[in-house]
């Protein structure tokens, strides 16, 4: 099999990316990788020196491809299928990756910084960022919730790269920040989002590990 995503499986950006292999049935080989395992981490390491995944291997091609966006950009330009996730058209192509860079930066790293602080020690805490955080996604949510009075998905009537990061950004964000009950058309994209058979199987295959999502305390 030429394409191999090395992937942590409750990973919000490894989920990202599953999308887009799912939506198009791309073949791969999916590889889970443990960071608490020094082998695993070493051998992640000689992939990608940043040590984060997803990281996607494409033997076919020769080629290590890091980061979601990139590999998600990858997918389009050598494995294209029927889920186009970056239009042709200039203009269009921006408006999904303007709305891909809002996802994942003024949603998904927020939930991050939220998340990430639950795990820290009770004298390393962090209350003043997680506020910031919190208060930043309310001003995304605001963005987010006119936006999608009008739409189906992020950018349009088309199924994109958009949608691929919105989806974890939005799952997670909802654990994080709920918003069901003041920004409903956001929430209902949310419902769209977990009924698409790709991210719907993303979800199916995660499901055993969301035990581990830190709650807070």
């Known amino acids: 099999m030429s394409l191999t995503l090395y992937l942590h499986p409750p990973s919000s950006y490894c989920h990202k990316v599953l999308i887009a292999l799912y939506e198009n049935d791309t073949p791969f080989e999916a590889v889970s990788v443990n960071l608490g395992d020094e082998a695993e981490r070493a051998a992640l390491l000689k992939l990608w020196g940043i040590g984060k995944f997803p990281v996607l291997r494409d033997n076919a091609r020769d080629e290590i491809v890091p980061e979601s966006t990139v590999i998600i950009d990858y997918l389009d330009q050598h494995y294209l299928g029927g889920t186009r996730f970056v239009p042709e058209d200039g203009d269009s192509a921006r408006q999904v990756r303007l709305r891909d860079r809002f996802y994942d930066l003024h949603i998904h790293n927020h939930v991050q910084k939220v998340v990430g602080n639950r795990l820290r020690p009770a004298d390393k ?55 069901a009950e003041t920004y409903p058309n956001l929430a209902a994209y949310l419902e769209r989002l977990k009924a698409r058979p790709s991210y719907a199987r993303v979800l199916k295959e995660a499901e055993p590990y969301f035990h581990m999502f830190p709650k807070e305390t």
């Open 125 to 179: 805490k962090d209350p003043h960022g997680v506020e910031d955080a919190k208060t930043r996604m309310r001003a995304a949510y605001d963005i987010a919730e006119r936006e999608m009075a009008s739409r189906r998905w992020a950018a349009g009537d088309a199924f994109t790269l958009a949608d691929c990061a919105a989806a974890p950004a939005l799952f997670y964000a909802s654990n994080v920040l709920p918003f």
